[in-house]
């Protein structure tokens, strides 16, 4: 299968996004500088149309969104959140309790939670539901492994995922969901994917959505791309007419490599 970019013909003014998913790395100090560094960077910034989002481990929430002197600007996020309201889940947070430390957002259903903690469509799903529930804002990943762009079924898989996982809402939900496509194949695989494959990929999940929810919708959801985005090729990346930034992994890492992203997509 493949999918043509050329059906696309309408442009709007969409919110860039650039999240930083720090993933099981920094302790608490560590976490706070970074953050204040990335603040003080972006300080000279025209940001006005564009949305930055750091997520420290689960731990850290609660010393960076009271501890760290942040620009306004610099929003926080949690890397996962259980389903339930509460009860015997060791090891878990809640909706509640991310709010509760003053985040709004949380990103669920990243690739390596679904490949370490066998996330399935369905957990997400009620995970979607509660942290829609709880007011939270969802950035929400799929996408396909390896062996599923190989054999020419990434485009079904991306589909499938979105329609388990998302369907279930109703059209003003979209409103505080945020997409985060993930070439699993093309992280940590030797694999690399062109900015080319990046916009068909993004261009499809559009029509998936358009299919389900209107044009409206389709055409204002933010897309980000979460292929191993760094400085030397974002620019080439977020130029792509349906990239609408990057959940970034290890160059988040790093406020230099970081601010450098933020200001590839002005």
């Not at 299968?1 to 720090?22: D, L, P």
């Not at 959140?81 to 878990?92: L, R, S, Y």
């Not at 709004?104 to 399935?120: A, D």
């Amino acid at each position: 299968m493949y999918f043509c970019t050329e059906q696309k013909t309408t442009t709007i003014m969409r919110t860039k996004i650039v999240a930083g998913n720090w993933k099981m790395n920094l302790d608490v100090t560590a976490s706070i500088e970074l953050a204040e560094s990335i603040s003080k960077e972006i300080t000279s910034l025209k940001t006005e149309n564009t949305r930055i989002v750091v997520a420290p481990t689960a731990i850290n929430l609660y010393p960076v969104t009271t501890h760290a002197d942040l620009d306004n600007r610099v929003e926080i996020a949690a890397q996962n959140m259980h389903q339930a309201t509460n009860g015997a889940f060791t090891g878990e947070i809640s909706a509640e309790m991310i709010k509760n430390v003053g985040v709004q957002t949380v990103i669920l259903g990243h690739s390596e939670r679904r490949t370490y903690f066998n996330e399935t469509d369905k957990a997400l799903a009620e995970k979607v539901t509660t942290a829609l529930k709880n007011e939270l804002d969802v950035i929400f990943c799929f996408g396909e492994v390896l062996e599923e762009r190989q054999s020419n079924n990434h485009f079904k898989v991306v589909e499938s995922q979105l329609q388990n996982a998302l369907f279930h809402l109703e059209e003003k939900d979209w409103k505080t969901i945020v997409l985060a496509y993930e070439p699993v194949w093309a992280i940590g695989t030797g694999e690399t994917a062109s900015p080319e494959q990046a916009q068909e990929m993004h261009a499809f999940i559009r029509t998936v959505i358009e299919k389900k929810f209107g044009k409206t919708t389709a055409q204002q959801i933010s897309i980000l791309y979460g292929g191993s985005v760094k400085p030397s090729n974002a620019k080439e990346i977020f130029s792509q007419p349906d990239v609408d930034g990057g959940l970034i992994g290890g160059a988040a890492l790093n406020a230099v490599d970081f601010v450098a992203l933020i200001k590839a997509i002005q």
